[in-house]
Structures are given as structure tokens and as C-alpha cells.
């Protein structure tokens, strides 16, 4: 091998990247023009480095599509945690809409006699086998606002004995809006009721927010004695 050619030889390299100085670039022009071991060399070289960038390429190419998979699939899995949230979310607002449509309050005058809550529950229960009958009196009533007062329940002190002012009440769930309204209907002549609250929103949504309004309520604790 000739001088010139070893040196040419060594530069190829750079001349294939561009890298040479403009004095060493015309050297290996020169010189592959007239030396055809050395352009073969070159074309050799040549070839290789174009097979070498076009793995970059591809390489590239699938780092991409595998990044674009990547965001594509955390997508996917949000969705699906939100589907999922909105489903349980109209579950709990049905399951709570229903049960809340088929409860009803009865609020009963004040000096109701024995007997009277006594008619009062057997005409309920005529009207619904299934109906879950619960019975409050003034006193408990009183207890369960105390507790729901907190360390403000001495508020409440004044209204023992003869000033309770929570009335009498019947709570009624059952399982039908139906039987609700065939018991409304029957009461609604008795004198001794003072009020009857039943099913009071048409939509299950609303409900589920009432009740997480009365819930959070409850779970703010005592109620603030406006001072
Ligand atoms: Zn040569």
C-alpha cells in the first residue's frame, strides 16, 4: 500500500462524517479520483455507515411508538378508574335514592296517649306487612339531639320535663313507594298527627347530595351557639 493511500485511507472516516478540514478533504478527492483501491475502500465505508444510520432511524422510530404506547395505555387506565368511580357513583345514588324514597317520618301532637301511638302503629301495619316501624319518643328524641349537640347540649337543658319541644315520631321504611302512599292515605284523617314527611326528591342525585349534606353536617360536630 502506498503512503498516500494510508493516509487517505485514515481520513475516509472523517471525510464520511464531514469532519475534515477543507485541506484534507481535497486531499482524499484528489486522491480518490485517481485510485480505485482507495474508492473502494471509500464505497465500502460509505455503505456501512448509511446501514448504521438507518438502524438509528429505525431505532428512534420504535423508541417513539413505544413512548406513544406508553401514554396510550396510563390513558387507557384512567378512564377506566374514572368508568369505573361513575358507575360506583350511580350504584350508591340508586341504591340510596330508593331506600330514602320508602321512609317516612310521623310526627305526632303533643300529649299523645298510649293508646293513640298504638292505633297509629297497628293502622300502619295494616296497610304494610313489610314495613319497618320505628317509634321515637319525646325523651329519646331529646337524648339523640343532645348527642348530636355535643359539649353544647346543656342548650338543650331547658327543654327537659314539661317544655320538650320534639313531638312524638313514627320513622317507616318500607320497601315500596306504594305502601308509603297507601300509609299516607290512611293517616291522613287521624287528629293526633301533627305532620308526616315521606319521600321529598324525585331524583336520585338530589338525594345522594342531600344526604351528604345532612352526613357532613353530622360530622362537623357540635352546632355553634351563635356567640
Ligand atoms: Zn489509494
Known amino acids: 500500500m502506498k503512503k498516500e493511500c494510508e493516509i487517505v485511507q485514515d481520513l475516509i472516516f472523517g471525510y464520511c462524517d464531514g469532519t475534515l478540514n ?3 478533504k481535497e486531499l482524499v478527492e484528489k486522491h ?7 474508492k473502494k475502500a471509500y464505497e465500502e465505508i460509505k455503505k456501512d455507515k448509511q446501514v448504521d444510520d438507518n438502524d438509528k432511524i429505525e431505532i428512534d422510530y420504535l423508541k417513539r411508538v413505544n413512548k406513544k404506547l406508553k401514554r396510550k395505555k396510563i390513558m387507557i387506565a384512567i378512564f377506566s ?3 369505573i368511580l361513575l358507575v ?18 310521623i310526627f305526632m301532637k303533643e300529649n299523645i296517649s298510649e293508646e293513640e301511638i298504638e292505633n297509629i302503629r297497628n293502622q300502619i301495619e295494616n296497610q304494610s306487612k313489610d314495613a319497618e316501624i320505628t317509634y321515637i319518643s319525646p325523651e329519646e328524641k331529646l ?5 348530636k349537640f355535643k359539649e353544647n347540649a346543656y342548650l338543650l337543658d331547658e327543654y327537659e320535663g314539661e317544655n320538650n319541644i320534639f313531638p312524638a315520631e313514627f320513622i317507616i321504611k318500607t320497601k315500596s313507594v306504594q305502601d308509603i302512599e297507601k300509609i299516607e292515605e290512611s293517616l291522613v284523617n287521624i287528629e293526633e298527627i301533627q305532620k308526616i314527611q ?7 342525585y ?14 362537623r360536630g357540635p352546632v355553634s351557639n351563635g356567640k
Open 143 to 147: 337524648e339523640e339531639m343532645k348527642e
Open 81 to 83: 378508574v374514572l368508568i
Open 22 to 24: 477543507p485541506a484534507s
Open 32 to 38: 480518490l479520483i485517481k485510485c480505485e483501491e482507495c
Open 206 to 219: 338530589m338525594a345522594l347530595l342531600s344526604d351528604c349534606m345532612e352526613w357532613y353536617i353530622d360530622m
Open 88 to 105: 360506583i357513583l350511580h350504584i350508591i345514588a340508586f341504591i340510596s335514592y330508593y331506600h330514602d324514597q320508602t321512609t317516612m317520618k
Open 198 to 204: 315521606s319521600g321529598s326528591s324525585n331524583n336520585p
